[in-house]
């Protein structure tokens, strides 16, 4: 199946400090999602980019699929973006549309 | 929208019991997802549904696992018997076909003792 690596693994930062987020994927995919799990454990769904790039406040997102990566930026962070951080890719096709594979998270603690 | 409701939030019970946790999705949406979430294994696609049919099952870990989407507002997922390595965190989401993005319930948190 597809392997998803996200990197890094943790991230600390100071409030108001910009950061990046990488995913690589190993094979071609049409469908790829950046969650957050806030510290309630709650997942909330950011980006849906399975190409080019989507901003949404401080948040955005790019997508080269033909070079397999996607990376999330967040700008002036908050203390309230804490949590870890999900990319999920998958290849829409028929019935394969649900088959979500999840990286295993970057953990981003943001000190005020 | 209230968004994907799950019940119970929590639920401990004891080897060898059935469990059943449930979800409601959003109104509209086609596809029901259930995933599982460890510190060993992360987030896992246990099986989806598409207009309440299972498509793919290939991630229920055996036997002692099912779901069910008996109508387009309601799906189980039933663990019967439970043992302690069930022990999880256990989402529900759902999407509308393609082109769209997951929205995830709030989770069952299952303890098996």
């Known amino acids: 199946g597809i392997q998803v690596e996200q990197s890094p693994p943790d991230l600390i930062l100071q409030e108001g400090a910009n950061s990046t987020l990488r995913c690589n994927f190993s094979?071609?995919?049409?469908?790829l999602q950046w969650f957050h799990q806030n510290p309630w454990g709650q997942l909330i769904n950011l980006f849906y980019?399975?190409?080019g790039t989507k901003q949404n406040g401080r948040l955005s997102a790019t997508t080269v699929a033909t070079e397999r990566y996607s990376l999330l930026y967040i700008s002036s962070s908050q203390t309230t973006d804490s949590g870890v951080y999900f990319c999920a890719v998958g290849y829409a096709g028929g019935t394969s549309y649900g088959k979500l594979t999840f990286g295993q998270g970057t953990i981003l603690t943001v000190h005020p | 929208d209230a968004g994907v409701i799950q019940s119970p939030r929590h639920e401990v019970t004891e080897m060898g019991q059935e469990v059943t946790l449930r979800c409601k999705p959003i109104?509209?949406?086609?596809?029901l997802f259930w995933y599982r979430q460890t510190m060993m294994r992360g987030l896992e696609l246990l099986i989806y549904?598409?207009?309440?049919?299972?498509?793919?099952d290939s991630g229920m870990p055996e036997d002692r696992f099912s779901a069910k989407m008996p109508n387009a507002s309601f799906s189980t997922l039933k663990i019967q018997p439970s043992e302690p390595r069930d022990s999880a965190v256990y989402f529900c989401?759902?999407?509308?076909?393609?082109?769209?993005?997951?929205?995830f319930g709030s989770g069952t948190r299952l303890t098996v003792v």
């Open positions: 109104s509209g949406h086609d596809y």
């Open positions: 989401a759902s999407s509308l076909p393609l082109n769209y993005g997951y929205t």
């Open positions: 094979d071609s995919v049409n469908n």
């Open positions: 980019i399975p190409s």
């Open positions: 549904f598409n207009n309440n049919v299972p498509i793919d």
